[in-house]
């Protein structure tokens, strides 16, 4: 039983950031009806911009401060942010100790503008175009973002830690009632699965109680009638766009600590990402979230020892397996409406 | 000629002629001059020309004639490799089983991965084709070690059986060769500063491009051909006037794994290791990009379309900023340094960044590719030369009316 708990809880971080990027597609599909393979691009900048946020915050001039003296009995020359002249030296603490979560307010105005400038700049060119272009002019751009990010920061995954508040683990199950130090569970992982839930709560809930959200809606259904009824449809889906984008962004805020970033986690993620869609059944936003999740929780019992004693390798590959036999005997995926590109 | 017509045989002879002659085109400029660089004559670059044709043809086969996307292709060349390299270690380093060996493992592989793909089109069977060739890159990496060496790769050993060729001395290096035809070895011709070199692989695996070509072009001409070009234009008008198309996607599919097997198994033959990287996504990325470039669905388009990747991967990875700076240095310092520091990011370790734009501006600009772009080229001058004509003659036609 804890084993099984203390499996579905590692499932959980990743299956949330499958979650929110499978979201962020199933949009795209849905309003737009295009396959954007750029996305899990959108995920790295995501990343990187927590990277930067933490950079930007730490760039420092050095002083020498005469009291204290090196290991060569030296002055010590101290490292001073800059930003500890504007805000005094606690707060500054603070601000840097805290700099992924408050390159989350940095995030989403620039992956919004990303998003929107993506979807008028380009995508919006490939509508009547086959899906087959759609796909490669996206994935030109994913290896054009990809590289960009590759030259102004390396190669290296770069570190990018969780707020001091929320590094190291806790005892799940000590608090649920099982013995001591079976279940230990990350603070930060728990952070992003609540994190994960905030988002994709307040995407459908924007989705489903709002106005704007009630025409998309209807737009995914039946694009030209809305269109004739006078509403400016494109508009309005290029906006999703930009949310998609923005979805995809905090997904990659939140994960920087996690996995340090490096420029080619978007890739990484963006082929499992186009399983879980697959699997969740394209254009079916619930099936795109539920999908996420469970397959994130699927592969962490596929890595479990005992399911690797009997069938070695098997985490490596279980995701493509149940994509394959979900599209072979549900060609719809699990929550797929007809008619979504089966063209 | 060899059942072609006029204008297929011409363009087979060009590009016999054009792969026979590639030590001499690849090397027009002399050893020491500052062109140098550009040079692609080499053996090694030259291999992967033809052999990277030969992949990209292949591809050809399904996406051009049938429209079908795949991304997983790199697996049946991966899988390839895998064959050839068995062959050499079990049997012998003829490359001849070698290479049989590894289409027809490539051939059955990608049966198995067709039969279930081409159950779903357009945007799922992308998804499924690379889902598995993920999923075999993932397996050679970890579970099928014993079989793939994982990490390290494979390479002849002196441990291995060998049944037909004699035990290695000690100390000897195995050596891929064709009845005794060292596959790397080399003449160098040299004339005045030019330098020419002639490598035994390099026309093997021309050979084996040409033949690759020319079955490619019996194809697009026969009617299983035809077949194929109308899946791409209606499929489902097809399945109204009661054709399964289903064995005709599934044939091309198989077609073009094949190919890829071969392509795999001449890059053992010309280079005797295989590794799993070959199977990456990427890798079926690159051939996607091959075909793209040079035109999809035209015969020349894939084989342009491969050289051109793989020369400009070898040479514009090359180049550094030592060389940026020599050739700007003519102009003013400021002016000069301005170029280097635009085009140092394009370059060297920025080739990905470079091929990822020029893939971008292809799809965007120019979906059919260099042949498309030559053929707009040409179009553009002969309907300029028929107003021309046409012009006198209008305004003669007009006052007697």
């Known amino acids: 039983?804890?084993?099984?708990?203390?499996?579905?809880?590692?499932?959980?971080?990743?299956?949330?950031?499958?979650?929110?990027?499978?979201?962020?597609?199933?949009?795209?599909?849905?309003?737009?009806?295009?396959?954007?393979?750029?996305?899990?691009?959108?995920?790295?900048?995501?990343?990187?911009?927590?990277?930067?946020?933490?950079?930007?915050?730490?760039?420092?001039?050095?002083?020498?401060?005469?009291?204290?003296?090196?290991?060569?009995?030296?002055?010590?020359?101290?490292?001073?942010?800059?930003?500890?002249?504007?805000?005094?030296?606690?707060?500054?603490?603070?601000?840097?100790?805290?700099?992924?979560?408050?390159?989350?307010?940095?995030?989403?105005?620039?992956?919004?503008?990303?998003?929107?400038?993506?979807?008028?700049?380009?995508?919006?060119?490939?509508?009547?175009?086959?899906?087959?272009?759609?796909?490669?002019?996206?994935?030109?751009?994913?290896?054009?973002?990809?590289?960009?990010?590759?030259?102004?920061?390396?190669?290296?995954?770069?570190?990018?830690?969780?707020?001091?508040?929320?590094?190291?683990?806790?005892?799940?199950?000590?608090?649920?009632?099982?013995?001591?130090?079976?279940?230990?569970?990350?603070?930060?992982?728990?952070?992003?699965?609540?994190?994960?839930?905030?988002?994709?709560?307040?995407?459908?809930?924007?989705?489903?109680?709002?106005?704007?959200?009630?025409?998309?809606?209807?737009?995914?259904?039946?694009?030209?009638?809305?269109?004739?009824?006078?509403?400016?449809?494109?508009?309005?889906?290029?906006?999703?766009?930009?949310l998609a984008a923005a979805v995809a962004g905090l997904a990659g805020v939140m994960y920087a600590p996690i996995n340090s970033p490096n420029y080619h986690m978007g890739m990484d993620f963006l082929v499992l990402s186009f399983v879980v869609v697959v699997v969740g059944g394209m254009g079916s936003l619930v099936g795109a979230v539920l999908a996420g999740f469970m397959l994130g929780i699927l592969e962490s019992f596929a890595s479990m020892r005992d399911v690797l004693y009997y069938l070695p390798g098997i985490n490596q590959v279980i995701l493509y397996l149940v994509a394959i036999i979900v599209l072979l005997t549900r060609p719809r995926g699990l929550m797929g409406r007809a008619g979504v590109m089966e063209d | 000629m060899l059942g072609l017509e006029k204008a297929d045989a011409r363009l087979l002879i060009f590009v016999a002629i054009l792969t026979m002659l590639a030590p001499f085109l690849l090397n027009p400029f002399p050893v020491n001059s500052a062109l140098a660089q550009f040079n692609a004559g080499y053996p090694d670059l030259m291999q992967r020309f033809v052999i990277f044709g030969i992949f990209a043809i292949g591809f050809n086969i399904l996406f051009g004639l049938t429209g079908y996307l795949s991304f997983g292709h790199a697996a049946f060349l991966g899988a390839g490799s895998y064959a050839a390299i068995w062959m050499m270690k079990l049997l012998t380093m003829n490359i001849i089983p070698a290479i049989a060996l590894s289409i027809v493992v490539a051939g059955l592989f990608s049966l198995a991965v067709g039969y279930i793909s081409l159950r779903r089109s357009g945007i799922y069977f992308s998804i499924l084709t690379l889902a598995f060739a993920q999923m075999s890159y993932a397996l050679a990496y970890s579970v099928l070690t014993p079989i793939t060496g994982g990490e390290t790769g494979l390479q002849p050993k002196t441990s291995d059986p060998r049944v037909l060729d004699s035990a290695l001395a000690p100390g000897e290096v195995a050596r891929a060769n064709l009845f005794g035809f060292d596959m790397s070895s080399t003449e160098i011709m040299r004339v005045a500063g030019w330098e020419f070199t002639f490598n035994v692989g390099y026309y093997v695996a021309a050979i084996m491009m040409l033949l690759a070509f020319y079955v490619s072009i019996r194809i697009f001409r026969s009617p299983f051909g035809l077949m194929l070009q109308a899946v791409k234009s209606n499929q489902n008008r097809l399945g109204y006037t009661g054709v399964s198309t289903r064995p005709y996607t599934l044939a091309a599919f198989?077609?073009?794994?094949?190919?890829?097997?071969?392509?795999?198994?001449?890059?053992?033959?010309?280079?005797?290791?295989?590794?799993?990287?070959?199977?990456?996504?990427?890798?079926?990325?690159?051939?996607?990009?091959?075909?793209?470039?040079?035109?999809?669905?035209?015969?020349?388009?894939?084989?342009?379309?491969?050289?051109?990747?793989?020369?400009?991967?070898?040479?514009?990875?090359?180049?550094?900023?030592?060389?940026?700076?020599?050739?700007?240095?003519?102009?003013?310092?400021?002016?000069?340094?301005?170029?280097?520091?635009?085009?140092?990011?394009?370059?060297?370790?920025?080739?990905?960044?470079?091929?990822?734009?020029?893939?971008?501006?292809?799809?965007?600009?120019?979906?059919?590719?260099?042949?498309?772009?030559?053929?707009?080229?040409?179009?553009?001058?002969?309907?300029?030369?028929?107003?021309?004509?046409?012009?006198?003659?209008?305004?003669?036609?007009?006052p007697a009316e």
């Open chain 1, 1 to 242: 039983m804890e084993a099984i708990i203390l499996q579905v809880l590692n499932g959980l971080d990743k299956g949330s950031a499958y979650a929110l990027i499978a979201l962020g597609l199933t949009l795209i599909f849905g309003t737009l009806g295009v396959v954007n393979f750029a996305h899990g691009a959108l995920f790295m900048i995501g990343a990187f911009c927590a990277v930067t946020l933490s950079r930007l915050l730490t760039l420092s001039y050095s002083v020498v401060d005469e009291t204290r003296t090196d290991f060569l009995g030296n002055p010590l020359k101290v490292d001073v942010p800059y930003i500890q002249d504007l805000v005094g030296e606690a707060t500054a603490g603070v601000i840097i100790d805290w700099s992924v979560p408050i390159a989350i307010l940095v995030t989403i105005p620039i992956m919004m503008l990303i998003g929107v400038l993506m979807e008028r700049g380009l995508i919006r060119h490939f509508y009547k175009r086959p899906h087959a272009d759609q796909i490669l002019v996206t994935f030109g751009l994913a290896i054009v973002l990809q590289e960009i990010i590759k030259y102004f920061y390396g190669a290296n995954p770069i570190p990018t830690p969780a707020p001091a508040a929320f590094a190291g683990s806790f005892d799940f199950g000590a608090m649920i009632g099982f013995d001591p130090n079976v279940i230990i569970y990350p603070y930060w992982r728990l952070v992003y699965f609540l994190f994960a839930c905030l988002i994709l709560g307040g995407v459908f809930a924007f989705l489903q109680f709002t106005t704007f959200g009630m025409v998309v809606r209807a737009g995914m259904a039946d694009r030209e009638t809305v269109g004739v009824l006078g509403i400016n449809i494109d508009r309005r889906f290029t906006i999703m766009f930009g």
């Open chain 2, 254 to 398: 198989v077609i073009s794994g094949m190919y890829a097997g071969l392509a795999g198994g001449l890059m053992v033959a010309m280079d005797t290791q295989a590794g799993a990287e070959r199977m990456f996504w990427t890798a079926s990325g690159e051939v996607v990009l091959m075909t793209i470039l040079g035109g999809a669905g035209t015969l020349l388009g894939p084989v342009l379309g491969a050289g051109l990747i793989k020369y400009m991967e070898n040479i514009v990875s090359k180049i550094n900023k030592f060389i940026l700076e020599g050739w700007f240095s003519w102009m003013p310092d400021s002016l000069g340094d301005f170029f280097v520091t635009v085009i140092y990011p394009f370059v060297g370790k920025g080739w990905h960044l470079t091929l990822g734009l020029l893939f971008m501006l292809v799809v965007i600009f120019l979906p059919g590719g260099l042949m498309e772009g030559t053929r707009r080229i040409g179009s553009a001058f002969s309907s300029r030369r028929k107003a021309d004509q046409a012009g006198p003659d209008a305004a003669n036609a007009q």
